[in-house]
């Protein structure tokens, strides 16, 4: 099958979830031509070898079309869920009580169990417990502290099998890194992922931990976020510090903390993440209809297009293209939401600086003036050489309207900048002079047709070549 490149251009970038109904690789082909630009492994679900097939598959497209595809692994993280419910699910009234236990057992009114061995001994009389998305609500009427919590139910219904357990006014003492995480991770250190996402990350210590990890295994993945606990929210600012990016995970967030308070949450992330220039992708329930309409609704296109007018680096879609029946169809419908947002997209915020305490200060200040001369002259592109994907990040944190071009050695590092804003990259491995290099990337961006004689480029890199210090040069150039 021919891969024809996308028709439309967008600075967006899409992560598209994969599952049984876009995993082959006929389907990843059509997903990728569709628009996806980094594809997602849920480690909630499927088997390592299920795993390392579908990256297999990926790498293979990237070989046989030129492409730069990044992958995504989503560690599954501290999931608390309730067990085997009696008949599949029992029925909980507004007002009646109901038992948890840390011991596994068919789910009764009397008892029921829940995978948190130390629920009884965190949780406090009178805090809330959600399941299944908030779907019932209890409150916790007593605890012996050690294995069993009496539950009130303030918002009855059916309790299912295997649903999810949401805790938003507890402390848990669970470590970030579950016994399956590291299991995942031991994997992961085997394969040629270039984003971890971290669940349920409360402050800045997970990321830490899950950082000595990639680096003690020599790993060169970066590091995702997930913001969906009210802990994460409150330490914001030290994760983003410390993280590569950050994931608005709407789903457990809009369970963890009050529902209006989404939104201007994912505006103020958004916002900070800019700041320092770090990528934010927008997730869950974006186009969720999609799963089995052909459509999406005008509300899940204008929360589409606010994400895109927010300033995110990338939207995510979940179910839509994991097992939705349509998955191809739904990155076509973003793809085109994405074009038509970006017709009016302008950063709200202050152009970000460059930090003076930062030991990349130097290198910051020409990255972000490359942006700004960029839309000063009109250029028609900015062109960076990286090896650790520092210049991709800060150019495309300025959000110019010039397009981003980035030239790295490093295969790993051009499909891991394929999930930031704007940023399109090539490999480029000769760096025998300055000149030369420029000519270079004159030439190929020439043939790629994203530049015409008479058009002026930006240039960034660094002198001299062969010590390849940090960006410190700038150059404008006229194509001939």
């Keep these: 099958m021919a891969l024809k490149s996308k028709i439309l251009h967008q600075n967006t970038k899409i992560v598209a979830t994969l599952g049984p109904a876009s995993d082959s690789k006929e389907n990843l082909l059509k997903l990728i031509q569709a628009g996806a630009d980094v594809l997602r492994l849920n480690f909630s679900h499927g088997n390592h070898e299920n795993k390392k097939e579908i990256i297999q598959r990926i790498q293979e497209i990237n070989e046989e079309h030129g492409l730069h595809i990044g992958i995504l692994g989503d ?15 029992v029925e909980v009234k507004t007002g009646e009580k109901i038992t948890f236990v840390n011991t596994p057992c068919v789910g009764t009114i009397k008892k029921t169990y829940m995978s948190y061995e130390s629920f009884a001994a965190d949780v406090q009389v009178g805090e809330k417990v959600l399941c299944d998305d908030g779907k019932l ?24 099998s295997n649903k999810g357990v949401n805790l938003p006014d507890t402390k848990l003492s669970l470590p970030s890194l579950t016994k399956k995480d590291i299991e995942d991770l031991k994997f992961i250190l085997t394969q040629p992922i270039n984003w971890v996402a971290l669940s349920f990350v409360r402050e800045a210590k997970d990321i830490v931990q899950l950082r000595d990890f990639l680096v003690r295994g020599g790993h060169k993945a970066k590091i995702i976020a997930k913001i969906e606990k009210p802990e994460a929210v409150l330490n914001i600012k030290d994760i983003i510090k410390e993280t590569d990016a950050v994931m608005i995970a709407r789903g457990d967030l809009g369970v963890e903390v009050p529902l209006e308070q989404v939104p201007s949450i994912q505006k103020r992330i958004i916002s900070m993440c800019i700041q320092k220039a770090k990528p934010t992708i927008v997730a869950t329930q974006m186009m969720e209809s999609m799963i089995t309409n052909p459509s999406p609704t005008r509300a899940e296109v204008a929360d589409v297009a606010n994400a895109v007018l927010d300033g995110t680096d990338a939207v995510m879609l979940s179910g839509e293209t994991s097992v939705g029946m349509h998955p191809d169809v739904v990155v076509q419908h973003m793809s085109r939401i994405i074009a038509e947002a970006e017709k009016n997209y302008e950063l709200q915020d202050k152009r970000p600086k460059p930090n003076r305490k930062s030991v990349t200060y130097n290198s910051d200040t020409i990255c972000i003036n490359a942006a700004k001369i960029a839309s000063d002259i009109r250029a028609k592109a900015i062109s960076g050489l990286t090896i650790s994907g520092h210049t991709a990040f800060r150019i495309s944190s300025y959000r110019p309207k010039s397009r981003i071009f980035i030239f790295s050695p490093e295969k790993h590092m051009l499909a891991t900048m394929n999930l930031i804003w704007g940023v399109k990259s090539f490999y480029y491995d000769k760096f025998t002079t300055t000149d030369d290099t420029i000519e270079d990337i004159a030439m190929i961006l020439k043939k790629h047709k994203h ?8 240039n960034t890199g660094s002198m001299p070549l062969h010590k390849r210090p940090r960006t410190n040069m700038l150059k404008i150039t006229v194509i001939e």
């Design 75 to 89: 560690l599954q993280g501290p999931k608390l869920r309730v067990g085997e419910m009696k008949d599949g699910g």
């Design 137 to 160: 609500e209890f409150v916790v009427a007593e605890t012996d502290g050690k294995s069993k919590v009496v539950l009130e139910a303030t918002f009855g219904g059916i309790l299912k």
């Design 451 to 458: 530049v015409k004689v008479g058009d002026s480029m930006v």
